[in-house]
């Protein structure tokens, strides 16, 4: 019997249009001998209907799909009459940034008991949050950028001592970050007092928590994925992405070729043999220590004047799945997507075995106003 799998992408997000492109690409890929797929499109709640062709997204129309809501683990239509939609066996998230991969939709799934392809809901937000997570790296022995966190409602108060205090822990050129944002939006490079105040104001623009980091100089971003089946753990080829910015931007990942295509990287990553073994040794690690699940990509810069790689930053649920640097190990798009859908049914598994009944005598001994004595 096919497995029936829930493809969930879009919602409030900047990355909502590369969610949709990353959905696209997986309905296309996922085996129709073995899958029923219901695409699952969060907009202002959750729509199905004929949603894989980009022609439905280029204007969305609400009234040609149809509105469903989510009633234990069933997806329901609620017009005139309720109408039962599709029963998801599994849920293959595809959705970028916001709630979508900061834990919400994960603790949704949890909570209808629906074996889902991504981070567990606590692994989620904390990879979200750069701030946060860079102080778990650090607690773990890995190397991280030297950083600090700047909040927009203390900026706006006083942005002078700020900028000040800023100054006085990180050296010129830094980079400001929105926190919990991906895709390289709202990120901007300052040399100087004037820059780093621009590049603040765009970031608050964006999120509540700025990270603000020292910028390294001479140095090449590499990028690893990991993914597991349940039970084994495997580690793909890493990937140098290619950019004539002093960071990966927006356009550099998907308005020029980008992480959808094989135009702007280079795989592997053009480093010694040990590096490239360095920073695959310390995904599997990561990966495996922090609990993750589905596909993740760790991003890593290896700084070439002092042959450091420090750890950047982890996608839970990266764009395009990150399929292309599996296909490298001669792992295919299609067989990623079996592999990701294996690993949420053997991690339901395994959650069920943890949990246990707890009996008790205290409801048996509540008289209303307190415990028996």
Avoid at 53 to 71: A, C, G, N, R, W
Avoid at 136 to 145: G, H, Q
Avoid at 198 to 205: K, N, S
Avoid at 292 to 315: A, P, Q, T
């Amino acid at each position: 019997m096919k497995k029936k799998v829930a493809v969930f992408f879009g919602g409030k997000s900047c990355e909502h249009d590369i969610s949709i492109i990353t959905a696209l690409q997986a309905m296309n890929n996922l085996d129709r001998s073995k899958y029923e797929v219901c695409a699952v499109y969060i907009r202002d709640g959750f729509y199905c209907g004929d949603l894989e062709k980009i022609s439905e997204f280029t204007p969305f129309v609400e009234t040609d799909h149809t509105k469903v809501y989510l009633l234990g683990n069933t997806f329901f239509e609620c017009s005139k009459k309720i109408k039962k939609v599709f029963k998801p066996d599994v849920a293959l998230l595809c959705t970028h940034g916001g709630d979508g991969e900061n834990g919400c939709l994960q603790g949704l799934l949890e909570m209808a008991d629906i074996p889902y392809t991504s981070a567990n809901i606590l692994g989620s937000a904390v990879c979200m949050n750069k701030a946060l997570s860079k102080q778990v790296f650090e607690n773990m022995v890995l190397n991280v950028v030297k950083q600090m966190v700047v909040y927009r409602d203390k900026f706006n108060l006083d942005k002078e001592n700020t900028i000040e205090s800023i100054e006085s822990v990180l050296e010129y050129p830094v980079i400001v970050k929105p926190s919990s944002l991906g895709s390289s939006i709202g990120i901007e490079v300052a040399k100087n007092r004037d820059e780093l105040e621009h590049a603040l104001m765009v970031a608050i623009c964006f999120d509540n928590q700025i990270v603000v980091e020292r910028a390294l100089v001479d140095f090449l971003e590499i990028n690893c994925a990991v993914v597991s089946d349940g039970e084994k753990v495997i580690v793909s080829q890493t990937e140098c992405p290619v950019s004539w910015n002093s960071f990966l931007t927006y356009e550099d990942k998907y308005m020029s070729g980008g992480k959808m295509s094989e135009a702007t990287r280079k795989i592997p990553a053009p480093v010694a043999e040990e590096i490239n073994n360095e920073v695959r040794e310390n995904a599997k690690r990561v990966y495996t220590e922090l609990g993750l699940k589905g596909v993740v990509r760790i991003d890593y810069m290896y700084d070439k004047s002092l042959n450091k790689v420090f750890l950047n930053e982890i996608n839970t649920i990266p764009g395009s799945l990150a399929f292309y640097l599996f296909e490298p190990l001669g792992i295919s798009y299609k067989e990623l997507l079996d592999i990701i859908i294996e690993g949420a049914f053997a991690d339901r598994e395994k959650m069920k075995k943890n949990m246990f009944a707890f009996s008790s005598s205290v409801l048996k001994n509540y008289s209303g106003g307190g415990l028996k004595k």
